[in-house]
């Protein structure tokens, strides 16, 4: 079965400073993998998602994540945060023919003025 | 921009009681989630309907939680008894394809349901 794992548990970033949030996944081919934010109170929002091809995804709010086969990886970047970017992150990966996705625990994101 | 709706936003009941949470997924959409997020941890599927059916309840404990969705449409999730441990968010989600295509669809989610069991 795939899993996920996010390192950071809390990033705080200042107003106007670059972002990047650290997603590894767990799956024996290539994975879908999702981004989404969940604001306080709120239910969760795609940011973007990748199924194939280009490895470079670009997703809402200005977000883009990068899929790296050798790394395992699906990081998510921003170059420049803004106040209402403040919220949890997760990551998510599904499987073709698997109905089914497996959330990471999440980072939550902190901005300083 | 159609959203998914849940009821209530906020429930507070005491351990041993019923409760239930109920969850309008946008128009159309044919597959409807339910997820258990627990406080710091990321959603956990509970169960999936493909239109009226269930399609994978495994996560489910069934001694205590049924999950309906009669008409393909609204569904609705319940507790009982139920217990401290099942204090969290309780999330819909709904997705327009059918079984098969699900894991390459978007999932919409609602606002989730935050359950407190004193």
């Known amino acids: 079965a795939q899993s996920v794992t996010q390192p950071d548990i809390h990033i705080t970033v200042s107003e106007g400073a670059s972002l990047e949030l650290r997603c590894n996944y767990s799956y024996g081919a290539t994975p879908y993998l999702f981004w989404y934010v969940q604001s306080p109170g709120q239910g969760l929002q795609l940011l973007l998602k990748?199924?194939?091809?280009?490895?470079l995804v670009q997703g809402i709010k200005g977000f883009e994540a990068e899929f790296k086969r050798s790394q395992s990886s699906f990081n998510l970047r921003k170059p420049s945060v803004h106040w209402s970017d403040a919220a949890e992150y997760f990551c998510?990966?599904?499987?073709?023919?698997?109905?089914?996705?497996?959330f990471g625990a999440g980072t939550t994101v902190t901005v300083r003025a | 921009e159609a959203e998914v709706a849940q009821s209530p936003r906020y429930k507070i009941t005491e351990k041993s009681q019923a409760v239930a949470f109920w969850c309008d997924p946008i128009s159309g959409h044919a597959t409807l989630y339910w997820y258990r997020q627990i406080l710091g941890q990321g959603p956990e599927l509970l169960v999936q309907?493909?239109?009226?059916?269930?399609?994978?309840d495994s996560q489910l404990p069934k001694d205590r939680f049924s999950a309906e969705r009669l008409k393909g449409v609204d569904s609705t999730l319940k507790i009982q008894p139920a217990e401290l441990g099942d204090s969290a968010m309780y999330l819909c989600?709904?997705?327009?394809?059918?079984?098969?295509?699900?894991?390459?669809?978007?999932?919409?989610f609602g606002p989730g349901t935050r359950l407190t069991v004193l």
């Open positions: 990748y199924f194939s091809g280009d490895t």
């Open positions: 998510a990966v599904g499987a073709p023919n698997d109905y089914k996705l497996s």
């Open positions: 989600a709904s997705s327009p394809t059918h079984f098969g295509t699900a894991s390459t669809d978007t999932q919409y």
């Open positions: 309907f493909q239109d009226e059916s269930v399609v994978d």
